[in-house]
DNA sequence: AATTAAGCGAGACGGTACGTCTAGTCTTAAC
DNA sequence: GTTAAGACTAGACGTACCGTCTCGCTTAATT
């Protein structure tokens, strides 16, 4: 692809420890404080760096969480694994997607992130392209694997399929305070095999 | 239940043109000009009133909002006509929900709302129980009509269904710019009226 | 000339205590920390209000010092008793001047104040027109009544005068350490009582 | 003074041509921006030079300015020429001074200097010596020259004339908007070779 | 020629004050 | 006691410079 490396420019390089100081701060603070209670200047103060130097990398606090969230969680967990079957793969989708729904710190993450995108029309569009439409890119490879084999029962639309298992994991951090639990695994996974 | 009146006070009465002042400004300009983009000042400043009168009586800009929404929308469609089945009973909760979701004023203060559910946890509180729950509620009504009809699929259990059904809706209107559509009506009740 | 008072508006009144308060900050912390050393916000902190008070109520730092200094110290020493000659009206209004020209603190603002008149052309305007013209002017006066008198010599234009009176101190006060002193009255009285 | 030259030392020697730039591009800006207006980022992007090469040389902004009005403009004037009179030296002085004093550029920077002087102590020393002293020392050349001739009038101290003359042309410069005129010149000499 | 030691333009860095904005409270006079 | 108006304290915002640092390069004297 990208064969010959960027042109060396001139001047002081970005200083990657500032950086990671940057997300680690955004990331603890707003598990510890709340997304709403922390400012930039709070997220510069712990983390040891200059507001401007925040400002000159990311667009918005959203960007520097949603950031922080890819750097430090292992959020894009390559699931690829071929079960044998659609069941089997979407339970095992959903048994690591849900693991994840379940550590505090990232669905508090997610759900500040969530909320801005709500509020900052221009985040949402980065929000929406580079972490939801990824999940839905991850799930429709189990779905065209699925019907390659044969397997994929004559059920809703890939698309409505997504919005199904996404719906119901979103909905479960917004607007309940209950878990994403296994039960609701197997729920899930005997309502998306079924034919119509 | 309430015999007597409330007991009358001294001092001038609650100005109901102001309420109603308020609720039509923080309605309108939510969808003018975007709800982060509008301030209590913004609101007072449109409605003719002073801050004052709306701390004295919402708790929250988000708070207005919702009771703008309760006052200004039908919201709470009374669904309690009983077509004689679970699949027609579903179909038309699922029709009249997502007529709600095609009105772009209305979309805009819910998706609002349910941000502000998640930055601030109080207003959250009141959200789920004043709001989400009562949908949830609405949703009750089929599905045990249903089953004292003996027409309930064995499905996903009840809460699993309310979660699916909301699920899907929300995600639609936070995650995607797809609208709540009919094909998906056709989709959910096919889905949801499946036995195991 | 004003007749009637100022209609009676809406809304709170303005602050007295903390306009007061900001003016004594700002005369204190100058003389404490110097001119460039304080800023608004030292300012509003040390007088316990808000930056936006200050804001509201003048245009720069500088403003406020000018202010402070016409409301703390008693800047407009009326100079007007007539000692029947112009020597000894000369001779008390420059001992009377000097005698401000000799209290630390005001010599601190008086210097500051010029120095941004320099390198704030609207604030310099302002300088001009309220505070030096006003010196001027009350020098004006003993000259007049000189040349009523038939006391006054045939030297230097009037202008003249006052620039070489007001040069002197200025001088003294921004390009050397040597305060204005007894001495500099007498040669200053003999060198203006002369006629060519 | 200074029999030996500095020891040749490795390493790159100074650029005469950045010198330069710097020094007309802080002269320039000065001029046309105002001296609060420039930084030294300005002045160092107008040169083409490194804010780093700046802070090498010169300790501050306003030393830059010194440097530039000492090497662009001729600030110190030879007036060493003997006319036979102190009224007449005098009226040479003051003639050379007060075409400085006209000169738009060179105001502007002496005003933004003695501003500077006033805000920065450090600054002001070195002003004072480098600067003002100067001055006042050739002034003292004529002084000294004429009672040696036995032709100085028996006026104010040499310090006190001193303090005369700049003191004029320091006011008129910074706290009135009147040039140091051909009329001054007349007045100011008349004035000092007055006798008592 | 290789090495070492400065100076250079560029630009990122930590830091700080700016002037603006909004929040939520308090005060006033009218009703 | 509520109202509209508006001043109040408080504090985050995003910007602009400061003065320092790091980078890769150039230039000179020393090996």
Redesign the interface.
């Known amino acids: 692809m990208n064969g010959q490396p960027p042109p060396p420019r001139p001047g002081r390089k970005r200083s990657e420890e500032s950086r990671l100081a940057i997300l680690t701060a955004a990331f603890e603070l707003t598990a510890e404080v709340?997304?709403?209670g922390v400012g930039i200047e709070a997220i510069a103060a712990r983390s040891g760096t200059g507001k401007q130097t925040i400002y000159r990398w990311w667009p918005s606090k959203a960007d520097v969480l949603l950031d922080a969230l890819a750097t430090k969680a292992d959020l894009y967990v390559a699931v690829d694994r071929d079960t044998g079957s659609y069941a089997g793969d979407l339970r095992e989708f959903l048994t690591a997607t849900f693991a994840l729904g379940r550590n505090a710190t990232v669905v508090a993450a997610l759900?500040?992130l969530?909320?801005?995108?709500?509020?900052?029309?221009e985040f949402g569009q980065r929000f929406?392209t580079g972490f939801?439409q990824r999940r839905r890119d991850a799930l429709a490879v189990l779905v065209d694997r699925a019907r390659a084999r044969g397997d994929l029962p004559s059920?809703?639309?890939d698309?409505?399929v997504a919005?199904?298992v996404?719906?119901?994991?979103?909905?479960?951090l917004?607007?309940?305070d209950?878990d994403v639990d296994d039960p609701?695994v197997d729920?899930l996974v005997?309502?998306l095999t079924?034919t119509?």
């Open positions: 709340s997304y709403a759900r500040a969530m909320a801005q995108a709500q509020l900052d029309s929406r939801l059920g809703p639309s698309a409505t919005d199904l996404f719906g119901v994991v979103w909905y479960r917004l607007a309940t209950r609701l729920e005997a309502t079924q119509y």
